[in-house]
């Protein structure tokens, strides 16, 4: 389903606006200042553990927060989105920043790059909005070469009644709320081994890796019910929870 959401990432103010208004201050709004933009992109780069000079793709990049991130540390970066609007905002920031970054307008869901073409991948946010989340992940574990991270940030089904409550209203505007589970499962299904996790308030912050040792599984399609809670036995897939690792 798609709705207001992903339509409005198609005007030229949201894309203006997103990043100084929203993107650089939601991360403390939603963890309660636990933890901050500044934390989030140094937690990406570190758990990326990727040298200059390698290649990662960013995808559904918006005004290319991670992409520009990663181009400023030498990475050779391309960032994919499909609204023109997001797409001249982040071109016109990387001129400004000095950052050399590939600015590609596609489908995260058909990438226009060929099989383990990356060194690592990045989505920051995009999982909520993408049509068809386990699609967008068999994409990313086919472009990225074996052993390659992906580091995704996304926002997850909430654990409280207020925070349901908010997210049933914003399912209406197009975004998805999985439970962290849920994505673990479409990774594994799609090749990509859940490394690191770690939840802080509505927010998770992930890392798989491509290969790691499994096999795929066999793919499923989408279930309209993906976001209902997560079962427990399916909750082994957080390691920082189930080992009491800091938070
Ligand atoms: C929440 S924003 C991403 C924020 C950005 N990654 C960041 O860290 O600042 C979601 C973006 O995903 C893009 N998007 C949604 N569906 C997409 C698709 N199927 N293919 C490519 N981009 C998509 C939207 O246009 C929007 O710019």
């Known amino acids: 389903m798609t709705g207001p959401a992903q339509w409005s990432n198609h005007l030229w103010l949201t894309a203006r606006l997103y990043e100084p208004l929203w993107r650089r201050h939601s991360v403390a709004l939603m963890t309660g200042r636990s933890f901050d933009t500044a934390r989030e992109l140094a937690s990406m780069h570190k758990h990326l553990g990727l040298p200059p000079g390698s290649t990662v793709v960013d995808l559904g990049c918006s005004a290319g927060l991670y992409a520009r991130t ?5 990475m050779n970066v391309s960032a994919v989105d499909v609204s023109r609007a997001f ?21 995260v ?11 690592g991948a990045v989505s920051g946010g995009s999982l909520n909005e993408f049509s ?12 990225l070469r074996d052993g390659a991270p992906l580091w995704l940030m996304y926002a997850a ?3 409280g009644v207020a925070g349901r409550a908010l997210q049933g209203a914003l399912r209406a505007s197009g975004l998805r709320f999985p439970a962290p589970a849920q994505v673990d499962a479409w990774a594994l299904a799609a090749g ?3 490394e690191r996790s770690e939840r802080r308030g509505p927010l998770v912050f992930a ?3 491509r290969g790691g040792g499994l096999p795929p599984l066999a793919t499923t399609s989408p279930s309209p019910g993906w976001d209902r809670p997560t079962p427990r036995r399916n909750r082994r897939f957080n390691w920082e929870r189930e080992s009491g690792a800091r938070r």
């Open 70 to 74: 990663l181009a400023a540390a030498g």
């Open 87 to 107: 797409l001249a905002e982040g071109a016109r920031l990387a001129r400004r920043e000095g950052r050399d970054v590939r600015f590609v307008r596609a489908d």
């Open 109 to 119: 869901l058909a990438l226009p790059f060929d099989d383990a073409a990356f060194d």
């Open 132 to 143: 068809d989340p386990a699609q967008a992940l068999r994409e990313a574990a086919r472009v």
């Open 157 to 159: 089904r909430a654990e």
């Open 192 to 194: 990509l081994t859940p």
């Open 207 to 209: 890392l798989y890796r």
